[in-house]
Structures are given as structure tokens and as C-alpha cells.
């Protein structure tokens, strides 16, 4: 595996990325009020968009995911540069009462059907023989209420216990501004999701590495479209010193080296931007460009370089205060205010 000083970068920028998290999680979105696309959705399309936008009306549903992030990104180059790589996803990622109910009535709506695949799991398949494209998980115990029952058992995938707080709900009728009808978490949380899913996979570099470059790329532009709208915003001097101090520090953590197991199998020794960069790379069909040592990189992004550029502000000393956040396993931190 890793070790000397490759091992105390990897815990380093671990720690680091644990604190920007933290921050980043109480900025607002540029956007709350954006209707999602769900003919975006590869495995919805405008064909079966309907369907689901009606079954989401049958039961109380929050949308999750990629497909929230495109709703919620800004209209400045980082919001751009997010909404060319964070794409729509091929399903409709939700929570709701009852999963398998809601897929019937899309089968319903459809004229389709449902069949149960090797797990047990319902499958919706259109009357042409489509699989149409819903991912449904019961609403956990510890969702903001919207009046939905609440599940003991949290059957999904995603075991990042972040969940969001209902001002960060994007809901029909509640939220000033929005015409849409399905409710959708806002792009804050799913950058939380985000963090924790980058700091999973760096503790876990040899069977989850090949996630890595992906989740890197990810996580720093959510982080930095968010960052990026805050600074616009009418804020004191000593907030923008802090923000100054939250990019210095992201920058610092994905400057740290690692040694993982990419998607190949190849064991990799290199920092997290370079990792997240040609990733990007590949998202953007870009050809990776060579460093003067030879070791494959890829062109940096220009509004991330700027971004890096932005210089480093003395620490404001405060007095920090105890918030359980419920975030990365429930632990409870200690954090300044920005």
C-alpha cells in the first residue's frame, strides 16, 4: 500500500477535505428554484418524463443526485464548467413512501410493466420493451418531514447518512419562485454527498481508488461553483477573507499525493488534482497534455487555475461553537464561523 511521506499526504489531505465540507455545506445555491429535466434523463427521456412526474405526485418524493445538480449550478464559468461534466444520469434517483408502487404507476401510465430482476427489485419495462430508468429508496427515518411516513430500514445504496434539512428542499408550493412539481434536493447537500463520497474512497485507496479521479473532479467543482456564487454575494470582509481561506484550503488538499488503485488495476502515485483532471479530461474529450517529467496530466482547467490564484487571507481567530451536523458517520466537530 501507501507509506512514509505518501501516507501522511493521504491522512493530510483527508482532514482537509473533512474542513472544507464543513463549510461549504452552509452555502446557498446559486439557484432553489430551477425545475428539473426529467427528459434529460437517459433512461426517461422526454418519452416516459410525464409518467414519472405524475407517479411523483401519487406519494410524497425528493429527487437526489446528479440530476439536481444541473438545477442548482450558476450561470458564472464555474457553474458552466459543473453542468458540462456533472451530468444528467440515466435514472430518476428519489426517495419515497412506496418504492414499488411508484414504479407500478409508471408501468401503469406507460402501458409497460413490471418484472423482478435477480435481487428481488422491481423493474419497470414499457410496452416497447424499454427499461424505464427509476431508482427508488423508502424515505429514511431521519428525512425532514414532508409528509411522508418514514422507513426503519434505509435500503439504499448510497450509505452516506447526509441528509437535508428542509430549508434545503427545493418543494412545490413552499419554495418562492418555484413552478416545478417535483421536489429535489438542493445542490449543497449533494456536494456533501459529494465530499464524504471523495473521502470514502480515499480511505479505502486499493479497492476504491478506481472511483477516485471521478468523485475528485466532482467534488471540486460543486465546491467551487458554491464558493464562487458566495463571493458575488453582499458579503462582510471577513466572510470573503474566509472563503479565500476555504479555496487555499481545497486547493491544498487536492495538491497532497496519494497512491491508489485506478480502474485498470494500476497502482498510482499522484496528486488529487491530477487524478480529478484527467478525469475531466476525458469528460470533456480534451487529450491529455505531458509534464516536464514525463508522467501523464492533462491541461488544467482555466477558471480552476484562476481560482487557485486567488491568495491566501490571514485566519480569523473566533471562537469555535459545538453543531452536530450529521455528517461522515454522525460525529460531532468542532467549527468556526465563516
Given amino acids: 500500500m501507501y507509506q512514509g511521506t505518501v501516507k501522511k499526504s493521504h491522512e493530510e489531505a483527508v482532514r482537509e477535505l473533512l474542513d472544507v465540507a464543513e463549510d461549504v455545506r452552509y452555502i446557498k445555491p446559486a439557484n432553489i428554484n430551477k ?13 416516459y418524463a410525464p409518467a414519472v412526474e405524475r407517479a411523483a405526485q401519487n406519494q410524497p418524493t ?5 440530476g439536481t445538480v444541473a438545477a442548482g449550478a450558476s450561470d458564472l464559468s464555474s457553474g458552466r464548467q459543473l453542468k458540462k461534466c456533472v451530468r444528467y444520469p440515466n435514472d430518476f434517483d428519489a426517495y419515497t413512501n412506496n418504492p414499488d408502487k411508484f ?14 430482476d435477480k435481487s428481488g427489485k422491481l423493474k ?20 425532514p418531514d414532508i409528509g411522508q411516513t418514514h422507513s426503519e430500514i434505509d435500503d439504499t445504496k448510497y450509505k452516506l447518512k447526509i441528509y437535508p434539512k428542509k ?48 468523485s475528485a473532479s466532482r467534488t471540486e467543482l460543486l465546491a467551487k461553483d458554491l464558493i464562487s456564487v458566495e463571493k458575488r454575494r453582499k458579503i462582510t470582509p471577513a466572510r470573503k477573507k474566509s472563503l ?11 495538491d497532497r499525493r496519494i497512491t491508489y488503485r485506478d480502474e485498470t488495476g494500476r497502482i498510482r502515485t499522484e496528486e488529487i488534482d491530477d487524478a480529478g483532471d484527467r478525469y475531466l479530461a476525458s469528460k470533456l474529450n ?40 450529521g455528517l461522515f458517520n454522525g460525529k460531532k466537530k468542532k467549527r468556526g464561523l465563516l
Avoid at 456536494?191 to 472511483?211: A, C, E, H, V, W
Avoid at 479565500?244 to 487536492?254: F, G, Q
Fill in 103 to 116: 414504479k407500478r404507476d409508471v408501468a401503469r401510465y406507460t402501458g409497460g410493466r413490471v418484472i423482478k
Fill in 167 to 214: 430549508k434545503e428542499l427545493t418543494i412545490p408550493g413552499k419554495t418562492p419562485g418555484y413552478k416545478g412539481k417535483i421536489t429535489y434536493e438542493q445542490m449543497n447537500v449533494q456536494t456533501s454527498k459529494s465530499f464524504s463520497d471523495l473521502i470514502t474512497n480515499l480511505n479505502n485507496p486499493m479497492k476504491k481508488g478506481y472511483r477516485i479521479p471521478k
Fill in 244 to 254: 479565500d481561506k476555504l479555496v487555499y484550503k481545497l486547493n491544498k488538499a487536492y
Fill in 35 to 47: 425545475e428539473i429535466e426529467l427528459k434529460k434523463l437517459k433512461e426517461v427521456g422526454p418519452k
Fill in 286 to 325: 480534451k487529450k491529455p497534455a505531458v509534464k516536464k517529467s514525463g508522467n501523464p496530466s492533462v491541461l488544467k482547467n482555466p477558471a480552476l487555475i484562476k481560482m487557485k490564484s486567488i491568495p491566501i487571507s490571514p485566519v480569523i481567530k473566533i471562537k469555535p461553537i459545538s453543531i452536530n451536523l
Fill in 124 to 143: 419497470v419495462i414499457s410496452k416497447n420493451g424499454e427499461e424505464i430508468g427509476v431508482d427508488m429508496h423508502p424515505f429514511p427515518k431521519e428525512y
Fill in 62 to 66: 425528493s429527487m437526489f443526485g446528479s
